[in-house]
């Protein structure tokens, strides 16, 4: 019998359900600018025919994962919040992160968030809010563009060029919608250059009109930066003199106090 080659090998088996995978797809389609949406830009946009859609989308309303309105369309249900708060709140990081931050906050009476990257988002795991700020609607769970936020910027410094260039596309750019925003590759690069060096960056006006943060990294027993915290004001009361000058270094205070906890320094 002669000996079975690696091109006779058996193909691996994948275990993809396509099925499941559109109906996930089907759910990341919503976010704070994209509430709800109508049945067929559900289908436009994940590429499926609109029967198809039609059925993942009943499906989810049976699970309680989505519910339709009114007007015909869609929206995510309860069980899409309840399903992600208890997740992230299992999380070492924001349970170690809860308490400095709170203090932060309290200290400060400004909001605080703390986030990872998810693709070329931000990824809220707290959110402790102490001002009327322009955006509001942020929760934990919520995703904002990275290249806008402070804490994305803090993040996406760490990455090289190639998984820069990797992860981020033209549409990345366009979900900012303040005066300042980034709206190219070449502007980010120049924005995140000294960056680490310095440890802490700014968002003046980017995401938003009349916001500014300051962002601070946290890292792990390995060196690696795992998370950012960022302390968020009003641009009206806080030139970039006062954020920095009142904020930074008291955030900077707790994102260590937080890498400790998390073994790292």
Do not use: W
Request: aromatic content about 4%.
């Amino acid at each position: 019998m002669p000996d079975a080659s690696a091109g006779d090998a058996p193909a691996k088996r994948s275990y993809h359900v396509e099925a499941l995978a559109k109906g996930l797809r089907l759910l990341g389609l919503f976010s704070e600018q994209r509430p709800s949406m109508k049945l067929s830009d559900m289908a436009a946009e994940t590429g499926v025919p609109l029967p198809t859609a039609f059925r993942l989308a009943a499906t989810l309303v049976t699970e309680g994962f989505l519910e339709q309105l009114p007007n015909g369309a869609y929206r995510p249900a309860p069980q899409v919040l309840t399903l992600g708060f208890s997740a992230l709140r299992g999380l070492d990081l924001v349970q170690l992160a809860e308490g400095p931050l709170r203090r932060l906050a309290d200290a400060t009476s400004q909001t605080v968030n703390l986030g990872t990257l998810s693709d070329d988002y931000v990824l809220y795991l707290i959110r402790l809010r102490n001002n009327d700020l322009v955006t509001a609607n942020i929760q934990v769970g919520s995703r904002l563009p990275a290249v806008g936020t402070s804490i994305g910027k803090m993040l996406l410094s760490g990455l090289d060029d190639t998984e820069l260039e990797r992860r981020l596309t033209e549409k990345s750019f366009s979900g900012a919608t303040g005066p300042n925003a980034i709206r190219s590759l070449d502007g980010l690069r120049d924005a995140l250059s000294g960056i680490r060096e310095q440890g802490h960056v700014v968002q003046d006006e980017e995401l938003a009109y009349g916001l500014r943060s300051v962002a601070a990294p946290i890292t792990d027993a390995t060196g690696s930066v795992v998370a950012a915290a960022n302390v968020a004001v009003p641009a009206r009361e806080f030139p970039m003199e006062r954020l920095l000058g009142e904020m930074c270094q008291p955030l900077k205070d707790a994102c260590r106090e937080i890498s400790r906890l998390l073994g790292g320094r």
